[in-house]
């Protein structure tokens, strides 16, 4: 569910994502299957794609850990950088789901008890949102994480339905439908 979300799956990936691209909003440029170098240092991007050229490593490090509107312009520098199928899959494999898998057992108590549809739900929904609880726009991640220890999966999942107040009509339909099957997967025993 991830990588469709992320990449369209792999023919999509291959037209559209095969170079770093800017997704828009408070996030950093974009490799792989929805790895944001924006939220790493670069110590943990190198490390991270060390099966990458080392010489499109070193021209995507300027750009690392930087996000927004500050990183849109820097886009042209490396957007012909070249990330193929193969390896963005490794990376998402071997790194992102074991780190985000880890960081979703400690965002929300009870994590390890539910059953793995639940898991996998939220598992996907720490991916693109990540795991902060602060401000207004984390209601429903703070309710959740309420609910996880209780096992109240009707109850996570219509929480994870009401989070698409963020995205309606601001042309982000891919994550209603996201938010949408995030639900679904929870409601499946």
């Known amino acids: 569910m991830i990588i469709d979300a992320e990449t369209g799956g792999r023919g999509y990936y291959n037209r559209f994502l095969i170079h770093p691209e800017w997704p828009g909003g408070f996030s950093g440029i974009t490799v792989g299957v929805g790895y944001d170098v924006g939220t790493v240092s670069p110590a943990v991007f190198w490390s991270d794609w060390h099966n990458m ?3 499109d490593r070193e021209r995507l490090v300027p750009v690392v850990g930087i996000m927004g509107q500050k ?5 042209a520098e490396v957007r012909d950088i070249l ?3 193969n390896l963005a899959l490794g990376v998402f ?3 992102d789901i074991p780190r985000f898998w880890s960081l979703t057992s400690r965002t929300f108590p009870g994590f390890d008890a539910l059953r793995p549809n639940a898991q996998s739900a939220l598992c996907s929904l720490i991916f693109n949102r990540g795991a902060s609880m602060a401000g207004p726009g984390r209601v429903e991640m703070r309710e959740i994480a309420r609910l996880s220890p209780k096992k ?3 109850g996570m999942a219509a929480q994870i339905r009401l989070m698409k107040r963020l995205w309606v009509g601001k042309g982000q339909d891919g994550l209603l439908l996201r938010r949408d099957a ?3 997967l929870m ?3």
């Open 187 to 189: 409601n499946k025993p």
């Open 53 to 55: 050229p080392e010489t």
């Open 83 to 85: 990330v193929e199928w």
């Open 93 to 95: 494999e071997e790194v």
């Open 182 to 184: 995030e639900a679904d």
């Open 152 to 154: 109240d999966y009707e």
């Open 71 to 75: 990183v849109k312009a820097r886009l």
